[in-house]
């Protein structure tokens, strides 16, 4: 079996930097009072302090946007719902029902859970055949390494791990697990009112075996976002896909999105609401797909 080199390093990579982080975040992030209101150690203290727990790891890290495309390095907690509306050679079209989005859930001082939603597809070839089914289920883990929040110096440091099950429909299914390790960061530049930040990953999906069909794709996502008059986010996000192994292997694709995301606006004392869109669009010789439009809608709380 061929060695899988780019994945033992980036695998690698993340063994490394989460033993020699842990310290600094620690110390980085407030100390966490078990006698305090959000610290006790019970399972009813700890369902009962949720939210004073949520609310004291959103306060020690950044709170810019999530963009549209790029998996922020933020801790956040959210429902949230997608659609992507995709435009590929020779007249055929995909679109996807929720996008694998889904809960967002911040279950302790550094730690967030994404359980999601799998989203109904409906591929369109251009002959008319088209097939349609749910995908699979998706989680991701995030854990924060480092972060302080615009008074402190505006930064954060994140480690993900996703894994997708092999539940969807026949028809869309990839019929295997696949696991992707991912390092996140960001830096930003200004107040909580206004400002500018970087937000970039850099991921690679590994399949428990059929490689040959899947590929080991690794993306590097970034986001450019800017702020502005409180509500305002626009943003221009870059996605470099080298497809290592697969059917395209050695091949490379490169999409901008700009964007405009419009929020948080407060619905209750707790209750946000985000609405945002981005239009993706493949430029030089390799692609995928064409074009793409992705709307998407939140409940941060």
Avoid: C
Avoid at 203 to 224: H, K, Q, Y
Avoid at 239 to 249: I, M, V, W
């Amino acid at each position: 079996m061929k060695p899988l080199k780019p994945t033992l390093v980036l695998l690698q990579a993340l063994a490394l930097a989460v033993p020699a982080l842990a310290q600094s975040a620690a110390d980085a992030l407030p100390a966490f009072d078990s006698a305090a209101p959000g610290g006790g150690a019970d399972s009813g203290d700890f369902f009962q302090n949720w939210f004073a727990r949520s609310d004291a790891a959103k306060e020690s890290q950044p709170h810019w946007m999530t963009p549209v495309v790029t998996v922020t390095p933020r801790l956040e907690q959210e429902y949230r719902y997608d659609q992507l509306q995709q435009y590929k050679s020779a007249g055929a079209q995909s679109s996807n029902y929720g996008l694998n989005k889904g809960l967002e859930l911040i279950t302790s001082a550094n730690t967030e859970l994404i359980v999601g939603q799998p989203g109904y597809v409906v591929n369109n070839a251009p002959k008319g055949v088209s097939v349609s089914g749910w995908a699979d289920e998706t989680f991701l883990l995030k854990y924060r390494l480092l972060s302080a929040n615009e008074e402190n110096g505006n930064y954060i440091v994140t480690a993900f791990m996703g894994v997708s099950v092999p539940t969807g429909d026949p028809a869309i299914t990839t019929n295997h697990y696949l696991y992707t390790p991912t390092l996140a960061a960001g830096k930003g530049w200004g107040t909580r009112e206004s400002g500018f930040d970087i937000q970039s990953t850099l991921s690679m999906t590994v399949p428990d075996r059929d490689m040959a069909r899947l590929g080991e794709p690794i993306v590097w996502n970034t986001a450019f976002q800017g702020h502005f008059s409180r509500y305002w986010w626009p943003a221009l996000e870059t996605q470099l896909t080298h497809f290592a192994s697969g059917p395209n292997n050695g091949r490379n694709q490169t999409v901008l999105t700009p964007e405009l995301i419009v929020g948080r606006f407060h619905v209750t004392d707790r209750l946000n609401f985000v609405l945002g869109a981005g239009y993706e669009k493949t430029v030089g010789g390799f692609k995928t797909f064409n074009n793409a439009w992705q709307l998407t809608a939140r409940t941060p709380f």
